[in-house]
T-cell receptor, first 113, second 115 residues
Framework: ETGVTQTPRHLVMGMTNKKSLKCEQHLGHNAMYWYKQSAKKPLELMFVYNFKEQTENNSVPSRFSPECPNSSHLFLHLHTLQPEDSALYLC????????????FGPGTRLTVL | AQSVTQPDIHITVSEGASLELRCNYSYGATPYLFWYVQSPGQGLQLLLKYFSGDTLVQGIKGFEAEFKRSQSSFNLRKPSVHWSDAAEYFCAVGAAKEYGNKLVFGAGTILRVKS
């Protein structure tokens, strides 16, 4: 049990659908992250939130929209995705003073048809 | 900018043999270093970390890593590999606040264990 949960674990959606990924951490951390992991590509940092404020957006297309309503919850809203967006989406959290030691959730396997 | 290089994309070892996975980093200050392991379809699990002090650090599952500042390396070792160690391993460097307050990952090394 990592203390970071993600739902759903698997998601299949069409290109015109709208869906959301949810991440919740039970560790008392104040920083949360979204990563994209595609086959045969390095882990890509998408967004960083510190104390609910977005502090990094790594040139992510606007069809991905993050939301962080509080320090324990992070969402990734998806709309009009492309097949190349199919990937494992990982959420992580960390404490601000922990030298960036991050704790990861199990990921959501997304397939875009 | 910070970077992490894992020179080996794939490594195959026999069960019971020793293992060393290489990691080199580039960072302008004292690095905070991590090794994570990922089983297929799962998230990343922290194996061990180095912040300061003793340069040989022990982790979970019998893994250890040695920080060598002169070589900018943080290689992961295990004296005797088990079939359950087959997974992908990621080295990462933690950047301080002035460098973006984030983790920079290597591309990963896939470990295969043959019986």
């Amino acid at each position: 049990e990592t203390g970071v949960t993600q739902t759903p674990r698997h998601l299949v959606m069409g290109m015109t659908n709208k869906k959301s990924l949810k991440c919740e951490q039970h560790l008392g951390h104040n920083a949360m992250y979204w990563y994209k992991q595609s086959a045969k590509k390095p882990l890509e940092l998408m967004f960083v939130y510190n104390f609910k404020e977005q502090t990094e957006n790594n040139s992510v297309p606007s069809r991905f929209s993050p939301e962080c309503p509080n320090s324990s919850h992070l969402f990734l809203h998806l709309h009009t995705l492309q097949p190349e967006d199919s990937a494992l989406y990982l959420c992580a959290s960390s404490h601000p003073n922990s030298y960036n030691e991050q704790f990861f959730g199990p990921g959501t396997r997304l397939t875009v048809l | 900018a910070q970077s992490v290089t894992q020179p080996d994309i794939h490594i195959t070892v026999s069960e019971g043999a020793s293992l060393e996975l290489r990691c080199n980093y580039s960072y302008g200050a004292t690095p905070y270093l991590f090794w994570y392991v990922q089983s297929p379809g799962q998230g990343l699990q922290l194996l061990l970390k180095y912040f300061s002090g003793d340069t040989l650090v022990q982790g979970i599952k019998g893994f250890e890593a040695e920080f060598k500042r002169s070589q900018s390396s943080f290689n992961l070792r295990k004296p005797s590999v088990h079939w359950s160690d087959a997974a992908e391993y990621f080295c990462a460097v933690g950047a301080a606040k002035e460098y973006g307050n984030k983790l920079v990952f290597g591309a990963g090394t896939i470990l295969r264990v043959k019986s």
